[in-house]
T-cell receptor, first 112, second 114 residues
């Protein structure tokens, strides 16, 4: 069935270092890949997304890359700050369907 | 522009009881999706409503049901509650005409079943 695997489950980095979170999806018809940030007790919020016709997208310190052949996509955060600490979820959606398949989440801790 | 609001924020039920969770969609959005997020897991799709009709369902039993009203608000009903139903229930609204269907989540309703 449809599945999105996400790694690592936890990630600790020093402030100022980079963080990378990777996801793999199974449905080859997936064409939209958002990333959500969820702080403790808060709602998931979209931080960046990428469509299947693009290989890379950047927004200030955050970037996402997509490898359609390998069905991989990754979130890159540079110059991490303590406020980046949260749980990050990747997701995949097939535009012909209505549902998002989420990864299991990565708890990122940025150490000051 | 108002965001997605959910009620109640927290509730405790016992096994076998029934629960109704409510969601008001973001202004201008006509589609509502419900997700279940167990502790330490990603959100799992329950179902989606578009123009008052269910137009997609995940792998959840029939005791999970829902409604969408003419103002696009929605309810999630769960009958015969089980311990494993304990989770954060997230409502997300989107605009059906948006090709990405970007989801805007509410803060969630945390259900504990004892």
């Amino acid at each position: 069935g449809e599945n999105v695997e996400q790694h690592p489950s936890t990630l600790s980095v020093q402030e100022g270092d980079s963080a990378v979170i990777k996801c793999t999806y199974s449905d080859s018809a997936s064409n939209y890949f958002p990333w959500y940030k969820q702080e403790l007790g808060k709602r998931p919020q979209l931080i960046i997304d990428i469509r299947s016709n693009v290989g890379e997208k950047k927004d200030q310190r955050i970037a996402v890359t997509l490898n359609k052949t390998a069905k991989h996509f990754s979130l890159h955060i540079t110059e991490t700050q303590p406020e980046d600490s949260a749980v990050y979820f990747c997701a995949a959606r097939n535009s012909g369907t209505y549902k998002y398949i989420f990864g299991t989440g990565t708890r990122l801790k940025v150490l000051a | 522009e108002t965001g997605v609001t959910q009620s109640p924020t927290h509730l405790i039920k016992t096994r076998g009881q029934q629960v109704t969770l409510r969601c008001s969609s973001q202004s201008g959005h006509n589609t509502v999706s419900w997700y279940q997020q167990a502790l330490g897991q990603g959100p799992q799709f329950i179902f989606q409503y578009y123009r008052e009709e269910e137009n997609g369902r995940g792998n959840f039993p029939p005791r999970f049901s829902g409604l969408q009203f003419p103002n696009y608000s929605s309810e999630l009903n769960v009958n015969a509650l089980e311990l494993d139903d304990s989770a954060l229930y997230l409502c997300a609204s989107s605009h059906g005409g948006d090709s990405t269907g970007e989801l805007f989540f509410g803060e969630g309703s945390r259900l504990t079943v004892l």
